[in-house]
């Protein structure tokens, strides 16, 4: 997978260089290219910025240095064209649904953006000749998109073949597609089996992997109910099996 990221701010994607996505990109499963916005202005000052048409507080990012960045980045008669996503406090709400279709694409193209936004033009425009996503991580304002972009980021390259040591561990994750949708997970236990006078449940001991899976799934329902109860009306009924009738 392809990913560019235009920013104001290139020093923030250091930490794509370590840990899982650095090996992801070591290993060749992700090429990313970082690029400052500020390649795209002529001005002496470098200016991407500019007041609010309508007046208001803060600045508006303009839209000339985006159009060229975007048009360099993905060129308009390039044979394919990328995905572009702009993580903005207005934007749909991402999910590890989104983050699993997005796994699947070959070109994810990020716009970072920041102060009161970017000129609406600019999406309007891109729109004009690519799939265009303004996504949200929650209710909540940032400084820039840079954080959101390393969030998505991390979010969908976990989810890339062979970037994750176990793929196992994906399918039980919170919110996976099928068993665990709509479930967050619940406590997780390692040796020694005795902590500060603390036990770990027996049933966990037992080697009983069916009374383990359904422990595990009361459990997640549990959390889930205590946590995030709007997410159980989400909830397959079918996927409650008897034995979670009774939680
Ligand atoms: C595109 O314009 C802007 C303007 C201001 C901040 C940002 C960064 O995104 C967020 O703050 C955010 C993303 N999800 N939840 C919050 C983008």
Redesign the pocket.
């Known amino acids: 997978m392809r990913l560019d990221i235009v920013t104001i701010f290139p020093d923030y994607f250091a930490p794509l260089d370590v840990s899982l996505l650095g090996k992801a990109r070591r290993a060749g499963l992700l090429d990313v290219h970082v690029h400052d916005l500020r390649e795209w202005t002529h001005d002496r000052h470098r200016t991407v910025d500019d007041t609010p048409y309508g007046g208001g507080p803060g600045m508006v ?1 303009k839209p000339e240095p985006w159009g060229e960045a975007l048009d360099t980045v993905a060129p308009p008669d390039a044979p394919r064209t990328p995905r572009l996503l ?4 207005s ?1 749909r709400p ?1 999910t590890q649904a989104m983050a699993a279709e997005l796994a699947a694409e070959e070109w994810l193209v990020f ?8 000129d609406t033009r600019v999406v309007e425009d891109a729109r004009t000749r690519m799939r265009v996503d303004e ?11 840079e954080v ?1 972009v390393l969030v998505i980021v991390e979010a969908v390259g976990r989810l890339l073949p062979g970037v994750l040591g176990n793929a196992d561990s994906v399918a039980d994750d919170s919110f996976a597609p099928g068993a665990m949708e709509s479930l967050i997970e619940g406590p997780v236990y390692t040796k020694p089996p005795m902590w500060r006078e603390r036990a770990v449940p027996d049933v966990l001991l037992s080697g009983n992997h069916g009374a383990i899976a359904r422990w595990r799934r009361d459990e997640a329902l549990r959390r889930t109910a205590r946590n995030r109860p709007e997410l159980l009306v989400r909830l397959d009924p079918a996927l409650l099996d008897k034995h979670d009738r009774r939680v």
Not at 86 to 89: G, K
Not at 137 to 144: M, P, T
């Open positions: 990012m702009v993580p903005t406090p934007g991402f716009a970072c953006g920041r102060y009161e936004g970017i996504v949200s991580l929650g209710d909540f304002v940032l400084a820039g998109g959101a």
